[in-house]
């Protein structure tokens, strides 16, 4: 029989995150991020490729990150609301982590198994964070997807990406429940 860990198990069924809009100061210190960033690391990762590594953007950072969405979206000729969102995360940021997939060259590790492990990794942060009772939040928007953004703001080399940003702050208030999957619905069963 299996041996089942009660408070992990409840801390998976009633996991939520906290919007990003809700958090406030303080953040964890760089001893508690290297801590989370230890936990984010135990990640399933085929091959040992480590497809992956963590930019900690901190307060400082975040005027310039939101001075260059905002450029970015200019020259993107993106319409003045989707400018503001593009700045929005870091104008409101206190602390977030760009987890970087770090595509390795694999004869055997397909690109999208790489991808796959990168998010499993913005999971396992978003988790330890919230387990260690920060709020926090795993957001992309278009800058995250903006090859230009990548590379002025972070320094993101070409086989490099940002599969989310992790804001990690204090919560203020607990937001309401959102509403889950029928997982009945979704799961099928196949016996022969
Ligand atoms: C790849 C990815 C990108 C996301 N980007 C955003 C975003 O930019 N803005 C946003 O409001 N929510 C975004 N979300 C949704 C939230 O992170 C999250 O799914 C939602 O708040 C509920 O999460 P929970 O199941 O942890 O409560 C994103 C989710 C994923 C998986």
Known sequence: M?????????FLQTRRSRP?????MPVP????VEQLLTIAARTPDHGKLEPWRFIVIEKAAMPRMAEIAEARGKALDLAAEQVKKGRGQFDLGH???AVVEVHKPSAK?????????????CLALLNAALAAGWGANWLSGW?????AFMTDALGLESHERIAGFI???????????RPRPNVGEMTSWVNE
């Open 29 to 32: 210190d760089r001893s508690e």
């Open 2 to 10: 299996p041996t089942p860990n009660p408070d992990a198990l409840h």
């Open 167 to 177: 804001h990690i702050a204090t919560e203020t208030t607990a937001p309401p429940e």
């Open 109 to 121: 590790v397909p690109e999208l198994e790489q991808t796959y492990s990168a998010g499993a990794v």
């Open 143 to 147: 800058v995250s997807h903006d090859r």
């Open 20 to 24: 990003s809009k809700t958090l406030s």
């Open 95 to 97: 602390l977030a982590v």
